[in-house]
C-alpha cells in the first residue's frame, strides 16, 4: 500500500538550514509527484513546494528563494531543503502524493514536527 | 495567488445533525477543488476531489457540489468519527492554496 513517511531533525538554531527527507512505498517517484506542504501549531496547511516525476520542480513564490526540493527515484525518497529558518518556520512539515495527472493530495505522510529556536 | 475563504471557522453540532461548509474562491477554479479532513494530531485525508467526487472509502453522507468560485461540504447525519477540522485546496494553478479550515466540534 502507499506509504510517505517524513524524517527531520526536529530542532533547528534560528538562521539555520533544514532538510528533511520523505520516504515513500507502495509507488515509484518517476510516476507520481510529490509536494511538501505545512502547518503551523494550530493554524492552517501552506504548501510549499512540488517534485514531479519527470524531476521538474515548482514551488510558492512566496518561499521560493529559501526552498529546494529534490528526490533519489533509487531510494524512493524526496528531500526538502530550506535556509534561513526562522521562529515563524516552526510547523508540521508534511509531503503528499498527487493523484496521477491531478494537482491534489491522495496519501499524506504523518509529518515530521520542526521547532527553530535558539 | 487565488484565495480561498472557508466558512464557518468553527462549527459547534451534535450526532446526526447535518452541516454544510462552504469555500469561496478569488476567482474562477472550474471546479478543480479538493476536501480534506484533519482529525486532532493527524495528517489531513482526502475526501473529496473534483468539487464533487468521493475518494475511495469516504461515506455516502459526504457530498462536495459548486462550481466556479463557490464550494461546499455537506455532511449528512454527522457520526462521532466526522469531528475535527476540515479543509479545502484548490488546484487550478499554483501555488496551490487552503482554505482556512473549518472545525467541527461536538455540541
Known amino acids: 500500500q502507499v506509504q510517505l513517511k517524513e524524517s527531520g531533525p526536529g530542532l533547528v538554531a534560528p538562521s539555520q538550514s533544514l532538510s528533511i527527507t520523505c520516504t515513500v512505498s507502495?509507488?515509484?517517484?518517476?510516476?507520481?509527484?510529490v509536494s511538501w506542504i505545512r502547518q503551523p501549531p494550530g493554524k492552517g496547511l501552506e504548501w510549499l513546494g512540488v517534485i514531479w516525476g519527470g524531476g521538474s520542480t515548482y514551488y510558492n513564490s512566496a518561499l521560493k528563494s529559501r526552498l529546494s526540493i529534490s528526490k533519489d527515484n533509487s531510494k524512493s525518497q524526496v528531500f526538502l531543503k530550506m535556509n534561513s529558518l526562522q521562529t515563524d518556520d516552526t510547523a508540521m512539515y508534511y509531503c503528499?502524493?498527487?493523484?496521477?495527472?491531478?494537482?491534489?493530495?491522495?496519501?499524506w505522510g504523518q509529518g515530521t514536527t520542526l521547532t527553530v529556536s535558539s | 495567488d487565488i484565495q480561498m475563504t472557508q466558512s464557518p471557522a468553527s462549527l459547534s453540532v451534535s450526532v446526526g445533525e447535518t452541516v454544510t461548509i462552504t469555500c469561496r474562491a478569488s476567482?474562477?477554479?472550474?471546479?478543480?477543488l479538493a476536501w480534506y479532513q484533519q482529525k486532532q494530531g493527524k495528517s489531513p485525508q482526502l475526501l473529496v476531489y473534483?468539487?464533487?467526487n468521493l475518494a475511495d472509502g469516504v461515506p455516502s453522507r459526504f457530498s462536495g457540489s459548486g462550481s466556479g468560485t463557490q464550494y461546499s461540504l455537506k455532511i449528512n447525519s454527522l457520526q462521532s468519527e466526522d469531528f475535527g477540522s476540515y479543509y479545502c485546496?484548490?488546484?487550478?494553478?499554483?501555488?496551490?492554496?487552503f482554505g482556512g479550515g473549518t472545525k467541527l466540534e461536538i455540541k
Open positions: 507502495g509507488f515509484s517517484l518517476t510516476d507520481y509527484g
Open positions: 473534483a468539487a464533487t
Open positions: 485546496q484548490h488546484f487550478w494553478g499554483t501555488p496551490w492554496t
Open positions: 503528499a502524493k498527487h493523484e496521477r495527472g491531478y494537482d491534489y493530495f491522495d496519501y
Open positions: 476567482e474562477n477554479i472550474y471546479s478543480n
